[in-house]
Every structure is written in structure tokens, then in C-alpha cells.
């Protein structure tokens, strides 16, 4: 198959040119931008001029819900939301039940993402036991299983002993550890982010620092391991400042932000027409104000401040990439009272689309933003940091992910970066309708996306 003529971005080559790609037997076969004759015909010929053509997206954080919670979002329906918003490899955190805490449990979401998914599926597995904190997974029967790495996401390893013995296990696996950064005493019964909108509604605030706290512990704890550890979802300006200074200092530590994090602010709470940094609310959406329990995710959605720090984290390179931390949720989970609501957002299908509007506000350049979805994430998953994976090690994570080098897996997307749309979450491909966008009108859209070379969305 010949995709012709896209604006080819490719940040693994440092690729930024209208150019040809062709796809055959499963991998990508040439690139006319290497100069070489193409190989012979006949070729099925995609047209992809006016489009922007990259390698497809790598997501390092989501959850798929199976097994255990099929009624929220099952392999299959999930890796259709990841094919339709332009990711190819998404990686399942652990939080399912069972939790994906021994080797069997590793095997069945493998086989069924074998068997249904639409895209590639690479599995986090637990750091303790049922994520219950008090004793480490089989973390090394898990890592012969294929995990890509360790996190209790959800939750956090509050227990730094336990935290400090998971990092030397991680080390000697050489998979990272992710943490979901929440200090529990300091956010118990806390429903969104501490400010001025949950003083004026009277609901329990999560404080910056309840955040901030677990990122220095991390940090000073990988300090000590020398292990790797990723923070998931950063969403405050001071743990954009603590992780800045750990890699000033050398230290194995990189973070991902979520597009929620980017654009939405804590006064999304407050319902229709709120809190969108740089979005437009179209239609009206449907959610009656305030508190819009679609917009309670963990950790909560910050401020102005927060945004612009985070930005900043992102384009000098303190923030390596974006996940989507798609949390689809049943409607019941998300119709009822905000403090008994469910935390998280329906995130694949609108993530794309999302991002695009920090690119036509000159917030991020393009090229870079694909290389924080594509290369950046896959180079956390390959192990290309200070620590190598060792030798014959997960199968699961071939090399050349996030990539249309020769020879790599042709998982490609065709986007269109114009593209103007009004998110209608009863559109989703996911069975999580839960989004805070409804009724959004966003600017850029995914067309196609090829997973191996096979048309999986478009
Ligand atoms: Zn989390």
C-alpha cells in the first residue's frame, strides 16, 4: 500500500517533509524521502495529500477494564477507541480483577488482546499485591510474562519501603516504575483540585502538594535505587519543577501529562461552558451546573498556573510525553453525587483532537507534540535510558515502535490537522461515554490508522 504525498512527521528521523510511504507485508518498506528508486508495482494507492502522515500513537497509560469491569470497557471495544483516536501500542494498567498482579492474569489480557484487540496491548503490571500496598507483586514471573513495566496506578505505593524494594526490582528487570503521585493523608476524602472553585462549592480539596510530595519521593528514592521511575499524569507546576532539576541531575526519572491536564482547568467542576483553556464549548453540553462529576479525575484538574508549567515542561523537555490515562467509567459511575462519582475520562477519542488546540494557539509545535505521542513514550518503553533492556527480553515491545523507519511495524496514522468536529460522546467507539467534552468543538482529527500495516480505523 503507497501512502502518497502527507506531510510525513517523523520524529525518530528528524523527518518533516511531504513525502511517499509504502507499506508491505506488515512493516514499513520505503520512504521517498530516502531517495531510493520506489520498489516495483502495483501498488493500492492511498492518497495523502493535505494530510499529516506519522507513525502511530504510543500510549504508556490506560485502562481496558478487562478482566473484571467489562461493563466499563472491554479489550476490544477499548483498542477500537485507541485505533480511532490514532494509537497503534497502548499500554493496560494493572487495576483490574483480578488486579493484573501474578503471571495468569498477564497471560489472559495478552490472549485476548491477541485474539480481539484491535491494536497492540503491552501490560503494566501491579507493584503490590491486589494494589493493596502491603506486600510486591510476583513482579519477576510478571516480567518473564511480557509487562512493560510495574505500577499500582490508581492508587499510590504509599509505603516508601515497599516503593524503594519494587525499584530494585524494577532495576534488575530493567522495566520502570510508574507512579500515580498521591500523598493519602494529605488528599483523603478530597474530590478536586484545593482552590478557590472547591472553597466556593464546599468540597473537600486535594492540595498541589498532596501531589508534590510523592513526586520528591520518588525522585530522591530513584536517587538511591539508581532505578527508573516515571511519574504518571504530573499536573502541578511544582512537580514539573522537581522533575526538571532530576534530570538536570542525571537521574533515570521521566514523567507524562495528560491532554485533560493541558486543557481543562479545576473550574471545568463548575460545569457547561467552564474551565476550557484554549477549547471552545460548542453546543451545549450535558451536564447540568455545577459540579460535573465528568470532569472528577485523579489527580484533579489544576489551574491556569499549572497549564502554563506544564507547557513549558512539555517544550524543554522536562515532561517526555502525553498519556491519555483513558479511564472509561459505566454511566451510573459518573450520575450521582460528586463525592460518590467515579474518578477519570474517556480520553482516546478526543485526546488528538484536544492536543490540536494547543498547536493553532502556538502553545507547542506540531512536530514536536507527535514526538511526545510517538517517539518519546517508546523510548521509555524500550528501555533507551540509562538503563537497557536486558537482552531477548518482552518480545511484546519489538523494536522500531513509534517509528516509520524501514523495517518497523507499520503502524501508521493519517490526520488532518484542520479538521473542525463537535465531540459527542455517544459517538465513542469506547463503551466510557464519560467525557468532559461533550459538546466541545475541536480542531483536528484522526482520518486512518493502520496497525501493522491492516486498516484498523478510517
Ligand atoms: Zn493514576
Same mark, same amino acid.
Given at each position: 500500500?503507497?501512502?502518497?504525498?502527507?506531510?510525513?512527521?517523523?520524529?525518530?528521523?528528524?523527518?518533516?517533509?511531504?513525502?511517499?510511504?509504502?507499506?508491505?507485508?506488515?512493516?514499513?518498506?520505503?520512504?521517498?524521502?530516502?531517495?531510493?528508486?520506489?520498489?516495483?508495482?502495483?501498488?493500492?494507492?492511498?492518497?495523502?495529500?493535505?494530510?499529516?502522515?506519522?507513525?502511530?500513537?504510543?500510549?504508556?497509560?490506560?485502562?481496558?477494564?478487562?478482566?473484571?469491569? *467489562?461493563?466499563?470497557?472491554?479489550?476490544?471495544?477499548?483498542?477500537?477507541?485507541?485505533?480511532?483516536?490514532?494509537?497503534?501500542?497502548?499500554?493496560?494498567?494493572?487495576?483490574?480483577?483480578?488486579?493484573?498482579?501474578?503471571?495468569?492474569?498477564?497471560?489472559?489480557?495478552?490472549?485476548?488482546?491477541?485474539?480481539?484487540?484491535?491494536?497492540?496491548?503491552?501490560?503494566?503490571?501491579?507493584?503490590?499485591?491486589?494494589?493493596?500496598?502491603?506486600?510486591?507483586?510476583?513482579?519477576?514471573?510478571?516480567?518473564?510474562?511480557?509487562?512493560?513495566?510495574?505500577?499500582?496506578?490508581?492508587?499510590?505505593?504509599?509505603?516508601?519501603?515497599?516503593?524503594?524494594?519494587?525499584?530494585?526490582?524494577?532495576?534488575?528487570?530493567?522495566?520502570?516504575?510508574?507512579?500515580?503521585?498521591?500523598?493519602?493523608?494529605?488528599?483523603?476524602?478530597?474530590?478536586?483540585?484545593?482552590?478557590?472553585?472547591?472553597?466556593?462549592?464546599?468540597?473537600?480539596?486535594?492540595?498541589?502538594?498532596?501531589?508534590?510530595?510523592?513526586?520528591?519521593?520518588?525522585? *530522591?528514592?530513584?536517587?538511591?535505587?539508581?532505578?527508573?521511575?516515571?511519574?504518571?499524569?504530573?499536573?502541578?507546576?511544582?512537580?514539573?519543577?522537581?522533575?526538571?532539576?532530576?534530570?538536570?541531575?542525571?537521574?533515570?526519572?521521566?514523567?507524562?501529562?495528560?491532554?485533560?491536564?493541558?486543557?481543562?482547568?479545576?473550574?471545568?467542576?463548575?460545569?457547561?461552558?467552564?474551565?476550557?483553556?484554549?477549547?471552545?464549548?460548542?453546543?451545549?453540553?450535558?451536564?447540568?451546573?455545577?459540579?460535573?462529576?465528568?470532569?472528577?479525575?485523579?489527580?484533579?484538574?489544576?489551574?491556569?498556573?499549572?497549564?502554563?508549567?506544564?507547557?513549558?515542561?512539555?517544550?524543554?523537555?522536562?515532561?517526555?510525553?502525553?498519556?491519555?490515562?483513558?479511564?472509561?467509567?459505566?454511566?451510573?459511575?459518573?450520575?450521582?453525587?460528586?463525592?460518590?462519582?467515579?474518578?477519570?475520562?474517556?480520553?482516546?477519542?478526543?485526546?488528538?483532537?484536544?492536543?490540536?488546540?494547543?498547536?493553532?494557539?502556538?502553545?507547542?509545535?506540531?512536530?514536536?507534540?507527535?514526538?511526545?505521542?510517538?517517539?518519546?513514550?517508546?523510548?521509555?518503553?524500550?528501555?533507551?535510558?540509562?538503563?537497557?533492556?536486558?537482552?531477548?527480553?518482552?518480545?511484546?515491545?519489538?523494536?522500531?515502535?513509534?517509528?516509520?523507519?524501514?523495517?518497523?511495524?507499520?503502524?501508521?496514522?493519517?490526520?488532518?490537522?484542520?479538521?473542525?468536529?463537535?465531540?459527542?460522546?455517544?459517538?465513542?467507539?469506547?463503551?466510557?461515554?464519560?467525557?468532559?467534552?461533550?459538546?466541545?468543538?475541536?480542531?483536528?482529527?484522526?482520518?486512518?490508522?493502520?496497525?501493522?500495516?491492516?486498516?484498523?480505523?478510517?
Amino acid at each position: 500500500m503507497l501512502l502518497r504525498g502527507g506531510r510525513v512527521i517523523d520524529p525518530s528521523q528528524r523527518l518533516d517533509a511531504v513525502a511517499s510511504l509504502l507499506l508491505s507485508g506488515g512493516r514499513v518498506a520505503w520512504c521517498s524521502a530516502s531517495g531510493d528508486p520506489m520498489p516495483a508495482g502495483p501498488h493500492d494507492v492511498v492518497e495523502a495529500a493535505g494530510l499529516v502522515v506519522t507513525p502511530g500513537f504510543v500510549d504508556l497509560h490506560c485502562h481496558l477494564r478487562e478482566p473484571g469491569y *467489562e461493563h466499563k470497557e472491554t479489550i476490544a471495544t477499548g483498542t477500537r477507541a485507541a485505533a480511532a483516536g490514532g494509537f497503534t501500542t497502548v499500554c493496560a494498567m494493572a487495576n483490574t480483577r483480578p488486579v493484573m498482579d501474578e503471571r495468569s492474569v498477564v497471560e489472559l489480557v495478552l490472549r485476548i488482546a491477541r485474539e480481539r484487540g484491535a491494536v497492540r496491548v503491552l501490560p503494566i503490571g501491579a507493584v503490590t499485591r491486589g494494589l493493596e500496598g502491603k506486600a510486591l507483586a510476583a513482579m519477576a514471573e510478571m516480567a518473564d510474562a511480557g509487562v512493560v513495566a510495574f505500577s499500582d496506578d490508581g492508587q499510590p505505593v504509599w509505603d516508601a519501603v515497599l516503593m524503594r524494594h519494587a525499584m530494585e526490582y524494577g532495576l534488575m528487570f530493567g522495566l520502570p516504575i510508574i507512579d500515580h503521585c498521591q500523598d493519602p493523608a494529605l488528599t483523603k476524602g478530597a474530590t478536586m483540585h484545593e482552590g478557590s472553585v472547591s472553597a466556593r462549592l464546599g468540597v473537600r480539596g486535594w492540595p498541589a502538594v498532596g501531589e508534590d510530595i510523592m513526586v520528591a519521593r520518588n525522585i *530522591e528514592l530513584s536517587r538511591l535505587t539508581g532505578a527508573r521511575v516515571h511519574i504518571a499524569h504530573l499536573s502541578t507546576a511544582g512537580g514539573v519543577e522537581m522533575v526538571r532539576r532530576a534530570k538536570a541531575e542525571g537521574l533515570p526519572v521521566t514523567a507524562e501529562v495528560t491532554p485533560h491536564h493541558l486543557t481543562l482547568t479545576h473550574e471545568r467542576v463548575l460545569g457547561c461552558g467552564h474551565g476550557l483553556a484554549g477549547l471552545t464549548q460548542g453546543e451545549a453540553c450535558g451536564s447540568p451546573e455545577p459540579y460535573d462529576t465528568l470532569a472528577r479525575v485523579a489527580p484533579p484538574l489544576r489551574t491556569i498556573g499549572d497549564i502554563e508549567a506544564l507547557m513549558a515542561g512539555l517544550n524543554d523537555g522536562t515532561i517526555d510525553c502525553i498519556a491519555t490515562d483513558h479511564a472509561p467509567h459505566a454511566l451510573e459511575d459518573k450520575l450521582c453525587e460528586f463525592d460518590q462519582a467515579a474518578n477519570g475520562i474517556s480520553c482516546f477519542e478526543t485526546a488528538f483532537g484536544s492536543l490540536m488546540s494547543l498547536v493553532h494557539r502556538g502553545a507547542i509545535d506540531l512536530p514536536l507534540l507527535i514526538g511526545k505521542l510517538t517517539l518519546a513514550p517508546a523510548e521509555i518503553l524500550l528501555g533507551s535510558g540509562k538503563q537497557e533492556r536486558p537482552a531477548g527480553r518482552s518480545p511484546l515491545a519489538p523494536d522500531g515502535l513509534g517509528t516509520l523507519a524501514v523495517g518497523a511495524p507499520a503502524d501508521v496514522v493519517l490526520l488532518d490537522p484542520g479538521a473542525e468536529w463537535t465531540v459527542d460522546p455517544d459517538k465513542f467507539l469506547s463503551k466510557g461515554k464519560n467525557s468532559p467534552l461533550k459538546g466541545v468543538r475541536l480542531k483536528g482529527r484522526v482520518v486512518a490508522t493502520y496497525a501493522g500495516g491492516v486498516r484498523v480505523h478510517g
